[in-house]
């Protein structure tokens, strides 16, 4: 089983739509949480942290599920420049960071 | 600051000959991250250093690899002799700290292709 795992996609959603992605972690004793946006053929920028009592920047919402291993991001009122990877990064104790595979996102006009 | 610094953005390399690989991290960050991107297993760590020191190289995927950080302001990632599973895009990062909460400012990559 793989540490982090997200579902590859690819999410293909109209303008305005609502979207939402999923990741599970396997290591319980892992620390922080956060989502990474990629841009093809560029490097990953961190997008939001992601924090025990859930936390919102603009359209973005990220949630996590301590006990069942779970973090969540929802991206509400969809623009076309939201199209990207979203990349959900665990930190393990120790400060290794994890990256899931991503989750493609392509937002249609 | 004009960011992580990597080069050469692109190298196409043969079979057999040695590559290196560059990295300048923003000054003043005390970490420094090389990674591997393919399609097929995503994004992996490969090894990091604090103060110029490694720290965890368990991601090196064998002896054909090395990295060093001779100074805070460059890092070398070489492999030799390289392979054509080598081909991949290789990312440097940098962070102030290590750890909960501290942002990874990732370079532009560069992209290998081992013929």
């Known amino acids: 089983r793989k540490e982090v795992e997200q579902d590859p996609g690819p999410f293909n959603v109209p303008e305005g739509a609502t979207v939402a992605f999923n990741c599970t972690y396997s290591?319980?004793?892992?620390?922080?949480f956060f989502w990474y946006r990629q841009d093809c053929r560029k490097e990953p920028k961190l997008l939001m942290s992601?924090?025990?009592s859930g936390n919102e920047d603009g359209r973005f919402t990220a949630q996590l599920n301590r006990a069942s291993q779970y973090i969540s991001l929802l991206i509400r009122d969809s623009k076309l420049s939201d199209s990207a990877t979203y990349l959900c990064?665990?930190?393990?104790?120790?400060?290794?960071?994890?990256f899931g595979q991503g989750t493609e996102l392509s937002v249609k006009p | 600051d004009a960011g992580v610094i990597q080069s050469p953005r692109h190298e196409v390399t043969e079979m057999g000959q040695e590559v290196t690989l560059r990295c300048k991290p923003i000054s003043g960050h005390d970490y420094l991250f090389w990674y591997r991107q393919t399609m097929m297993r995503g994004l992996e760590l490969l090894i990091y250093?604090?103060?110029?020191?490694?720290?965890?190289d368990s991601g090196m995927p064998e002896d054909r690899f090395s990295a060093k950080m001779p100074n805070a302001s460059f890092s070398t990632l070489k492999i030799q002799p390289s392979e054509p599973r080598d081909s991949a895009v290789y990312f440097c990062a940098s962070s102030l700290t290590s750890g909960s909460g501290n942002e990874q400012f990732f370079g532009p990559g560069t992209r290998l292709t081992v013929l």
């Open positions: 992601v924090y025990s």
């Open positions: 290591n319980s004793a892992s620390q922080s």
């Open positions: 250093f604090n103060n110029n020191v490694p720290i965890d």
């Open positions: 990064v665990v930190i393990l104790q120790g400060g290794k960071l994890i």
